[in-house]
């Protein structure tokens, strides 16, 4: 059975930062998790904080199978 995660790219509508992220969740749920906790994506955190939500786009969304993907458990 292949699993599949997502791969996306986030860009603040007023700096023009990009900000790239991996998930195995929904993508959605993943960018909710951001609004609430600065845990595991701290700039995109602050980010949400200082402009809001809507200041951001998800510009980029791919699906790719999860042995691609890495994840850093530290």
Do not use: A, P
């Not at 996306?8 to 909710?32: D, P, W």
């Amino acid at each position: 059975m292949n699993r599949y995660g997502s791969i996306y790219l986030m860009t603040n509508l007023i700096t023009n930062k990009s900000y790239v992220g991996q998930t195995i969740q929904l993508i959605e749920k993943r960018i909710s998790q951001h609004c609430r906790d600065n845990r595991s994506g701290r700039h995109l955190y602050n980010t949400i904080c200082k402009y809001g939500i809507n200041k951001l786009k998800k510009t980029l969304h791919v699906w790719v199978k999860i042995q691609n993907l890495y994840f850093n458990n530290s």
